[in-house]
């Protein structure tokens, strides 16, 4: 768990250092303010806000499954928030920042509806 502390102060870090809608020196001198952290034998909560618009939550049991988010504002101007959960499947973020691919094409989509219904067959095995 204090892997996942450290690892939230470092993405809140890199989101500080990203933002750009206020001056440079603005962000240097941004200040914590709130942060809280409780660790305990059956899991963790935390949770950051700065004074240059980052803020960060996450919580997890003992198992190491974890859920959270994590919001700034991005060199354009924009507010970036992504959420997350991570757990024994890995980690989950969602947003409309996070990239997602292109549609597969039907050409393709009807090709695999073909294939599945006309397996192929098994051949015995040659010794």
Same mark, same amino acid.
């Given at each position: #768990?204090?892997?996942?502390? @450290? ?15 206020? =001056? ?10 709130? #942060?809280? =952290?409780?660790? %305990?034998?059956?899991?963790? +909560?935390?949770?950051?806000?700065? =004074?240059?618009? @980052? %803020? &960060? ?8 499954? #974890?859920?959270?988010?994590? /919001? ?5 101007? &924009? ?16 947003? /409309?920042? @996070? ?12 090709? @695999? ?9 098994? +051949?015995?095995?040659?010794?």
């Amino acid at each position: #768990m204090l892997k996942f502390l @450290i690892l939230a102060a470092l993405v809140a870090y890199a989101a500080a250092a990203a933002t750009t809608t206020a =001056s440079a020196d603005d962000d240097a001198h941004a200040e914590v303010k709130t #942060m809280t =952290s409780d660790v %305990r034998p059956d899991g963790f +909560e935390y949770t950051l806000e700065t =004074s240059n618009y @980052i %803020r &960060e939550e996450a919580a997890g049991d003992a198992n190491g499954n #974890m859920h959270g988010s994590y /919001e700034y504002v991005s060199p354009e101007g &924009e507010h970036v928030k992504v959420t997350y959960t991570a757990d024994e499947n890995g980690y989950h973020p969602s947003g /409309e920042w @996070i990239p997602t691919p292109p549609p597969i094409p039907e050409y393709i989509l009807k090709a @695999i509806e073909y294939i599945k219904a006309h397996p192929p067959k098994e +051949e015995p095995a040659k010794h």
